[in-house]
């Protein structure tokens, strides 16, 4: 810690939420220059504040730009490295998004198109509404389990296991007919 007085003062006064204020901007745009995903730079983003609040008693605010340049920078390369360790097409089973639900939703063909419409019509007519809102805000949009949660008023488990019943419905719509052959 620091002996003097007036730096304990300061440090006890560095008021996060208006760093946040002055300084998220240039986060964002920090993150989403190394993540090249909206989503995933927004996170990023979130992750640096916190690191900031949770570290707040041990800085003063000199050099605070530059501090939180090199956080976003290693949050983002950390997420790189995730990313490298463990691809998005390894099935995870914590995150729906990974499987068949989530290829769906990635669907570019027209034919492709059209089948998966057809498909996801059958699934959410036996769904409530607000699960075709989670599927939508996560697997389209790109929004964290967090996000979708704050969106719709569940929480992240309770996200987390509409998206895995959608998923169970979708295999079993999927498995109770013939695939369509591919010309």
């Known amino acids: 810690m620091h002996d003097d007085p007036k730096q304990a003062t300061a440090l006890a006064k560095l008021d996060v939420a ?51 340049y090199r956080m976003a920078t290693q949050v983002s390369l950390n997420r790189l490295r995730s990313r490298r360790r463990k691809p998005e097409d390894a099935q995870d089973p914590q995150d729906p998004s990974s499987k068949l639900l989530g290829r769906i939703a990635s669907v570019t063909s027209a034919e492709d198109s059209t089948a998966a419409r057809s498909l996801l019509n059958r699934l959410f007519a036996r769904e409530p509404e607000s699960s075709a809102v989670i599927a939508v805000l996560h697997l389209y949009d790109g929004m964290t389990l967090e996000q979708v949660a704050a969106e719709v008023g569940l929480s992240v488990s309770g996200v987390r296991k509409r998206l895995r019943r959608l998923e169970s419905q979708l295999r079993e719509l999927t498995q109770a007919e013939p695939a369509p052959e591919k010309g």
Do not use: I, K, N
Not at 27 to 55: G, K, N, P, T, W
């Open 18 to 68: 208006a760093l946040y204020t002055r300084y998220a901007p240039m986060v964002l745009r920090r993150c989403r220059a190394l993540l090249h995903s909206e989503a995933e730079a927004a996170d990023a983003m979130q992750d640096v504040f916190v690191r900031l609040l949770a570290s707040r008693d041990r800085l003063d605010d000199s050099g605070l730009s530059s501090l939180l």
